[in-house]
């Protein structure tokens, strides 16, 4: 055997080994949602469970209104996706093509955004937000991540990758920069799209501290904030917390399947220029 055919059987190997320890949290949360509390509690721990409880998953679409969070997360998700994208492209493409006074300095500013805690805009938001009245309500719950300081860079990073020249030909055509940019910009960005778009998504679907914060009705609340109510401070039902992490894991799992070579490359190309 050649050393480069060791060399790669070792790379294999840690990769292999890499894979196990990432999955294993997965596979161990879906072991434990198909457990009884006692299992799931056992010392020495209980790999498998000695009869599969289904009834876990029933339970929480039957006792946790868990269709109702599902919606609610699921159309925040949405809006601030969308959101994220559309404000998001059109500060970045000012950033990358267009000159305008202080340019950098605002650029500076938003990316200084990235620089501080989330939690510092928290009391700010909900003052802003119980102003509106909005408090335990949907609108209250996407309307502080409309926007994104870090799609802003990425997009900004991407859109310096186009040409020039493609721009220039389309002013010579009689294109206006509004056309330019739907029809040429984001056509050309789908990667680097996909890819916030993703984040976006992911931000939505798992935010806990700020649903917690604006909204207490039980009605009102998304999949992590009620999932986040399964976990008591003396007693746990970890069976019942495992399979709706298990359900509300599944979408994001099946997106990222579809997407994951859009991803890939939108987060390689965005970060080859300054």
Avoid: C
């Avoid at 409880?53 to 029933?58: D, I, M, S």
């Avoid at 984040?199 to 917690?212: E, R, V």
């Avoid at 894991?249 to 997106?255: D, Q, S, Y």
């Amino acid at each position: 055997m050649n050393i480069e055919k060791s060399k790669k059987i070792i790379v294999h190997l840690i990769l292999i080994l890499g894979s196990v320890m990432m999955l294993f949290p997965f596979i161990w949360m879906v072991l434990t949602a198909l457990k009884t509390n006692v299992e799931a509690t056992a010392v020495p721990p209980q790999i498998f469970p000695s009869n599969p409880q289904w009834e876990n998953f029933k339970f929480i679409f039957t006792n946790m209104n868990f269709g109702r969070l599902f919606f609610n997360t699921a159309i925040s998700t949405i809006i601030i996706t969308v959101g994220q994208v559309l404000f998001s492209s059109f500060a970045a493409y000012a950033f990358a093509k267009l000159d305008f006074p202080f340019k950098n300095i605002l650029f500076f500013l938003i990316l200084s955004v990235l620089m501080v805690p989330g939690q510092v805009f928290i009391i700010p938001q909900y003052l802003i937000i119980q102003k509106m009245g909005l408090l335990n309500t949907l609108p209250a719950l996407f309307m502080p991540g409309l926007f994104s300081a870090f799609g802003t860079f990425l997009l900004r990073q991407f859109f310096l990758q186009i040409p020039e020249e493609i721009e220039e030909a389309a002013v010579i055509d009689g294109a206006s920069r509004i056309r330019i940019f739907f029809t040429i910009i984001l056509p050309l960005s789908k990667s680097a799209i996909i890819s916030l778009s993703l984040f976006a998504i992911l931000y939505g679907w798992n935010s806990l501290l700020w649903p917690l914060i604006v909204n207490t009705a039980p009605e009102k609340m998304t999949l992590s904030a009620g999932l986040a109510s399964l976990s008591g401070q003396y007693v746990t039902d970890y069976p019942l917390l495992m399979a709706g992490s298990f359900i509300a894991v599944i979408p994001l799992i099946g997106l990222y399947f579809i997407f994951q070579k859009q991803f890939i490359e939108g987060i390689a190309l965005s970060g080859s220029k300054s």
